[in-house]
T-cell receptor
């Protein structure tokens, strides 16, 4: 069971570079999320999606973009990376019909911007 | 802005004792409440969720909710070294919306 898969696991970016964090889930979940977690802090919602073609901003969307062309994939795009975007990024998914309130998290992507 | 507050700890508890973790939230309209466990360098995993006032038990874990006081807690009985982790409280504003607001977490250490 793959669950939620994120790539890459680790990445170092230079200021001003761009990159995409990939996320895919094989559970046919409608809901998908991107969170970031700064050291010693809780998770903050960046963007979420309630289904293919539908995305919406979370608490901290500035500097990021997302797309949801399929149910399985929810990539997160970082444009013009800044040191403030150094964080651990978690992709997650759930489907309230099938899994109640269990949100399945990916293993995380550690991003450092220097 | 919705806020979820937790004591960051660290909280140290002897093995076999009861660990008590507390969480308060600011949005009185919040409907569902979650406790996640996160080991260092790992992703969060759901331990329990609770919707109704009162206690909900699952094995060694008990979640307690008091909506009037805007307070939710997690009790861990017979604490084990494997319970050492950061515990995140999360709150959802309504049942149809899965946007969770997380607290900063409480770091729990079980002392053998």
């Amino acid at each position: 069971n793959a669950g939620v898969t994120q790539t890459p696991k680790f990445r170092i970016l230079k200021i001003g570079q761009s990159m995409t964090l990939q996320c895919t889930q094989d559970m046919n979940h409608n809901y998908m999320y991107w969170y970031r977690q700064d050291p010693g802090m809780g998770l903050k919602l960046i963007y979420y999606s309630v289904g293919a073609g539908i995305t919406d901003k979370g608490e901290v969307p500035n500097g990021y973009n997302v797309s949801r062309s399929t149910t399985e994939d929810f990539p997160l795009r970082l444009e013009l990376a800044a040191p403030s975007q150094t964080s651990v990024y978690f992709c997650a998914s759930n489907d309230r019909v099938d899994s109640g309130n269990t949100i399945y998290f990916g293993e995380g992507s550690w991003l450092t911007v220097v | 802005q919705k806020e979820v507050e937790q004591n960051s700890g660290p909280l140290s508890v002897p093995e076999g004792a009861i660990a008590s973790l507390n969480c308060t939230y600011s949005d009185r309209g919040s409907q569902s409440f979650f406790w996640y466990r996160q080991y260092s360098g790992k992703s969060p995993e759901l331990i329990m969720f609770i919707y109704s006032n009162g206690d909900k038990e699952d094995g060694r874990f008990t979640a307690q909710l008091n909506k009037a006081s805007q307070y939710v807690s997690l009790l861990i009985r017979d604490s084990q070294p494997s319970d050492s982790a950061t515990y995140l409280c999360a709150v959802n504003e309504d049942f149809g919306n899965e946007k969770l607001t997380f607290g900063t977490g409480t770091r729990l250490t079980i002392i053998p």
